[in-house]
């Protein structure tokens, strides 16, 4: 099984500012990564599919970068709706594993 | 506009067998991957398995002598059965919609319907 391990756990951040969140991936998943945002009481929302293309309907300030086994979510200026829970997951090995999540807060 | 109807008993004893079923309305039931996610109380995601509509499966090792994930294509709806619950089964459960395509290093993936989630308990 791949593990994938996000970094920081919790994220401190002011409106305006950019945020920027890791994914490591335990071995190699190529550039199969996907990013979720999720908000409290709600599913989580598909972000960001095969590393770097936004999902439909996704703002440009929501970017994904990296392949291998080490990535990155920027997100280039914070807004309110921001702040939430972000997962990455991989698909390029069956089970598709989940990070543990990295909480962005306002500052 | 696709939305995913899901429903199963909320509240378990250990040792029961978990039975979720989720219907999948307004979009195309084949060349999709239909999942089952779950959250435990303050946890992250955790990736139980899915099911094609030809009724292939992919499961979670962890999870694979406890888990079945089956399709019925006439009602476009697909079902989690997890068995021999305890306490750790607790969590919200998610149905879920992988869009797929491409091949080889062009092979994408993301969930990208949600169902509503529904809160399992099992306590005795």
């Known amino acids: 099984e791949i593990v994938m391990t996000q970094s920081p756990a919790t994220l401190s951040v002011s409106p305006g500012e950019r945020a920027t969140l890791s994914c490591r991936a335990s071995?190699?998943?190529?550039?199969?990564l996907a990013w979720y945002q999720q908000k409290p009481g709600q599913a989580p929302r598909l972000l960001i599919y095969g590393a770097a293309t936004r999902a439909t309907g996704i703002p440009a300030r929501f970017s994904g970068s990296g392949s291998g086994t080490e990535f990155t979510l920027t997100i280039s200026s914070l807004q309110s709706e921001d702040f939430a829970v972000y997962y990455c997951?991989?698909?390029?090995?069956?089970?598709?594993?989940f990070g543990q999540g990295t909480k962005v807060e306002i500052k | 506009q696709v939305q995913l109807q899901q429903w199963g008993a909320g509240l378990l004893k250990p040792s029961e067998t978990l039975s979720l079923t989720c219907a999948v309305y307004g979009g195309s039931f084949s060349g999709y991957y239909w999942s089952w996610i779950r959250q435990p109380p303050g946890k992250g995601l955790e990736w139980i398995g899915e099911i094609n509509h030809s009724g292939g499966t992919n499961y979670n090792p962890s999870l694979k002598s406890r888990v079945t994930i089956s399709v019925d294509t006439s009602k476009n709806q697909f079902s989690l059965k997890l068995s021999s619950v305890t306490a750790a089964d607790t969590a919200v459960y998610y149905c879920?919609?992988?869009?797929?395509?491409?091949?080889?290093?062009?092979?994408?993936?993301?969930?990208?319907?949600w169902g509503q989630g529904t809160t399992v308990t099992v306590s005795s």
């Open positions: 879920a919609r992988g869009q797929y395509g491409g091949s080889g290093n062009s092979y994408y993936y993301g969930i990208d319907v």
């Open positions: 997951q991989q698909y390029n090995n069956w089970p598709r594993t």
């Open positions: 071995q190699s998943v190529s550039s199969k």
